[in-house]
């Protein structure tokens, strides 16, 4: 009872955090790119988190300690107090840029940020569902096995891949070409979270070190 409350919790609170950062700067509820955007967000989250709360419900406990203070390791609290920031800076960016007019961003495109949206979204709760201690902060514990499987044999770290993923898409998805400029310094806080994160499962997972020999790409195929 206690997890299916704070999952409806988590989702009033997401949908009155984004509905004040896009429709107040955007100086209107006429903001159709917005409303598709939130119907999208909350229920890609809502889904996994249903399954989750009924079949894995302390996968789902790891995933909803959030937060800068739930983080350990300084370097961890600095990065995801950056994320809050940029996602910040995406989401009122993108609504100025609607409503002054700054860019135009045609309808399949928004349609296509969307899509990335929800495959990111997607993706990342798929690797909860993948690897339950997939948390949302930096921690190893204890009979914590190494998962080399699936997504994770793709990249190092989907859940970062698929958070990307949606970044990207959520300027686009709310009709806007420069709230993708806000963006950019979200790639260097993941840079600085996962060179942190690994420092650590070097040290505190079993066989890491041998898995990063196997699968070489942190965050994008060939890329990086």
Do not use: C
Not at 23 to 46: C, E, K, Q, S
Not at 128 to 147: C, D, F, G, H
Not at 211 to 221: C, H
């Amino acid at each position: 009872m206690k997890i299916a409350l704070q999952t409806l919790a988590s989702a009033v609170f997401g949908f009155v955090f984004f509905a004040a950062a896009l429709f107040l700067p955007a100086g209107t509820l006429d903001y159709w790119h917005a409303w598709v955007f939130i119907g999208v967000f909350l229920l890609g989250t809502m889904g996994p988190s249903i399954y989750l709360a009924v079949n894995r419900p302390e996968a789902l406990r790891r995933r909803m300690k959030v937060g800068p203070f739930a983080e350990t390791r300084p370097v961890q609290k600095v990065a995801i107090t950056g994320t809050v920031l940029v996602v910040v800076a995406v989401l009122v960016t993108s609504a100025l840029d609607h409503r002054f007019g700054w860019s135009t961003v045609p309808t399949a495109v928004v349609l296509l940020g969307d899509v990335l949206v929800w495959t990111g979204l997607t993706a990342a709760q798929f690797v909860v569902i993948q690897n339950s201690y997939a948390a949302a902060t930096i921690t190893v514990e204890s009979e914590q096995p190494l998962v080399s499987t699936g997504l994770y044999g793709v990249v190092r770290h989907p859940m970062y891949a698929g958070t990307l993923m949606m970044m990207i898409g959520t300027p686009l998805a709310l009709d806007s070409y420069w709230g993708l400029v806000a963006v950019l310094p979200a790639l260097l806080i993941l840079a600085v979270r996962i060179a942190d994160e690994e420092k650590m499962l070097r040290q505190q997972l079993a066989g890491y070190r041998e898995y990063m020999q196997k699968v070489r790409f942190r965050l994008v195929p060939y890329v990086w």
